[in-house]
């Protein structure tokens, strides 16, 4: 397995901070809930889920040159008004520089 890459770190840290040249023109967010999964396309949107999703971000750590996995925990109400936790696990793809995908699954 190859040791963790900086570069990759460095560049999801960008793109959650809000740097659109961090993200490839044709990126894809998978984004499941365990029930159904949204599917968002291209630099806009994606950076909309971003300035929502981002700040939820726990840990980051880099799986190999081209990869990145990132713990989230949301707070949410539910149905009766009750705060729940979730835990979430995020995918981050690196492709030609850029981040190509994010995946993102309950934990």
Do not use: H, K, N
Not at 14 to 36: I, K
Not at 40 to 60: K, N
Not at 74 to 86: I, K, L
């Amino acid at each position: 397995m190859d040791s963790p890459s900086p570069p990759s770190l460095a560049l999801v840290r960008r793109a959650c901070a809000g740097d659109p040249d961090a993200l490839d023109p044709e990126v894809v967010v998978r984004d499941s809930d365990g029930a159904a999964t949204q599917v968002i396309r291209g630099r806009d949107g994606v950076m909309a889920w971003l300035a929502i999703c981002a700040a939820d971000l726990d840990e980051m750590v880099g799986v190999d040159r081209d990869r990145v996995v990132a713990f989230s925990t949301r707070v949410a109400s539910d149905p009766a008004g009750m705060a729940t936790e979730r835990r979430d696990g995020l995918r981050w793809t690196v492709r030609g520089g850029r981040v190509a995908l994010v995946e993102r699954y309950p934990a």
